[in-house]
């Protein structure tokens, strides 16, 4: 079967809906019919969601599932399979829900439609690598934010 090496990003946010990419050891060869298999890494409660196969680089791309009320645990083990399910990768990849970050304030509350306005964000579980990348929402618009410490 399949063998799973790693999976890109190995953590975000509980909400789901976003790519993740498994970089494959051994690619098995399949029905064309790809799945990825996300199994509690606590309990045995799992969910199989569709999959594409890049095969540039032998690599399977799902899309991130919402962290669900039967996982009781945090991380979930990610297996994927070529064969439509029938057989999923023993070797699999272990991804981490992150806790949706909370707003507890922003100062100012409000300011000019020009923009330009520094604005001060609080709160929590807001995400620690210094790789990560932060945005801040002002209706239609995003802008990159920085993290003060």
């Given at each position: ?31 064309g ?55 999923f ?7 981490t ?53």
């Amino acid at each position: 079967p399949t063998q799973v090496a790693s999976v890109t990003p190995s953590s975000g946010p509980a909400s789901g809906g976003y790519p993740l990419v498994l970089s494959t050891a051994k690619l098995a060869p399949g029905t064309g019919s790809y799945k990825c298999k996300y199994l509690d890494s606590a309990s045995s409660a799992f969910t199989v969601e569709e999959a594409t196969l890049d095969p540039a680089d032998n690599s399977i791309t799902c899309l991130s599932v919402p962290d669900s009320s039967s996982f009781t645990s945090e991380t979930v083990y990610i297996s994927a399979s070529t064969n439509g399910g029938a057989e999923f990768s023993s070797r699999a990849a272990t991804f981490t829900f992150l806790p949706s970050p909370v707003v507890t304030a922003a100062v100012p509350s409000f300011t000019h439609e020009r923009g330009g306005t520094q604005v001060t964000v609080s709160g929590s579980s807001f995400p620690t690598s210094s790789s990560a990348t932060l945005f801040c929402h002002f209706g239609g618009f995003s802008v990159e934010a920085v993290k003060m410490t």
